[in-house]
T-cell receptor, first 112, second 109 residues
Framework: ETGVTQTPRHLVMGMTNKKSLKCEQH?????MYWYKQSAKKPLELMFV???????ENNSVPSRFSPECPNSSHLFLHLHTLQPEDSALYLC???????????FGPGTRLTVL | KNEVEQSPQNLTAQEGEFITINCSYS?????LHWLQQHPGGGIVSLFM???GKKKHGRLIATINIQEKHSSLHITASHPRDSAVYIC???????????FGEGTQLTVNP
């Protein structure tokens, strides 16, 4: 199932850069999610959007700024990141919480 | 202590063997999910269940709500089953998924 796409797949950025991750779902779902997966750690939920409204913010630092302009698109804007933010960032969508989530391939982020 | 615990953390099997991965959780849930993550990161949802048992091909997932325990079984394992298997729960209190640390399965030919 490749109904959820993410771009870019790989990103290297300096601590002073500003970049954005993009997620798009073609499944007609109403809920979208951002997850972070650091090495040797469980997946961590970052944000949940349901019908374009943010319903969960899991105490994420403000240097991560999500945007959900419509139910098909989700962005994660990044600025002044730290090296410890290097991780795999995964997007997912579902009809609505708590339905089965469909994951994108992820963006591998490296912060230098 | 993590709210979702998986065992074993690592599992190596020979092709054809029957495999069991276990998941225990300590919170009230509305659903339990089994996910598969291949090298490179892509995650596929295998099952979502809230009671009983589900089967898909060679995969079987069971859940015991009273004991707060679920198992994922793979029959006639194959090297292409090699992946990380992740248990996750949707808590009754909200919409978030809480994940276990995953079980790295390696099936040798």
């Amino acid at each position: 199932e490749t109904g959820v796409t993410q771009t870019p797949r790989h990103l290297v950025m300096g601590m002073t850069n500003k970049k954005s991750l993009k997620c798009e779902q073609h499944l007609g779902h109403n809920a979208m999610y951002w997850y972070k997966q650091s090495a040797k750690k469980p997946l961590e939920l970052m944000f949940v959007y349901n019908f374009k409204e943010q319903t969960e913010n899991n105490s994420v630092p403000s240097r991560f700024s999500p945007e959900c302009p419509n139910s098909s698109h989700l962005f994660l804007h990044l600025h002044t990141l730290q090296p410890e933010d290097s991780a795999l960032y995964l997007c997912a969508s579902s009809r609505g919480p708590p339905d089965t989530q469909y994951f994108g391939p992820g963006t591998r982020l490296t912060v230098l | 202590k993590n709210e979702v615990e998986q065992s074993p953390q690592n599992l190596t099997a020979q092709e054809g063997e029957f495999i069991t991965i276990n998941c225990s959780y300590s919170v009230g849930i509305s659903a339990l999910h089994w996910l598969q993550q291949h090298p490179g990161g892509g995650i596929v949802s295998l099952f979502m269940l809230s009671s009983g048992k589900k089967k898909h091909g060679r995969l079987i997932a069971t859940i015991n709500i009273q004991e707060k325990h679920s198992s994922l079984h793979i029959t006639a394992s194959h090297p292409r089953d090699s992946a990380v298997y992740i248990c996750a729960v949707t808590e009754t209190s909200g919409s978030r998924l809480t994940f276990g640390e995953g079980t790295q399965l390696t099936v040798n030919p």
